[in-house]
């Protein structure tokens, strides 16, 4: 069965940093579609990185140019590099495979991870 297992969250104060790592089993990489969401309390989840098959990578625009997105496909492995996190970051971050995309918009996934939380304090 697939299983995705996320790590690296933790508290950082506004400004800070943090790397998740995802580790994926019971599947290959090739020819899927892999990301990241997140989702608040009381906020709907938010696609925040996905790359597609092509290799083209989406990102949220509330983190574009603070997040990068990348994969060690040898190893099935997925990170998100997290820069200047504000407290609007403090979330619950999923990895997910088979990412549904829809006109460059990153929408939904067939595989979720149970999360890793992300707090920013100001």
Do not use: H
Not at 102 to 107: F, L, N, Q
Request: proline fraction near 2%; charge should be positive; include cysteine.
């Amino acid at each position: 069965q697939v299983q995705l297992v996320e790590s690296g969250g933790g508290s950082v104060q506004s400004g800070g940093s943090l790397r998740l790592s995802c580790v994926a089993s019971g599947y290959s990489f090739s020819g899927r579609r892999l990301g990241w969401f997140r989702q608040a309390p009381g906020k709907e989840r938010e696609g925040v990185a996905a790359i597609a098959r092509d290799g083209t990578i989406i990102y949220a625009d509330s983190v574009k140019g603070r997040f990068t997105f990348s994969q060690d496909i040898t190893r099935n492995t997925l990170y998100l590099a997290m820069n200047r996190l504000t407290p609007e970051d403090t979330a619950m971050y999923y990895c997910a495979a088979d990412i549904l995309l829809w006109s460059g918009t990153i929408k939904t996934a067939g595989y979720w991870g149970r999360g890793t939380q992300v707090t920013v304090s100001s």
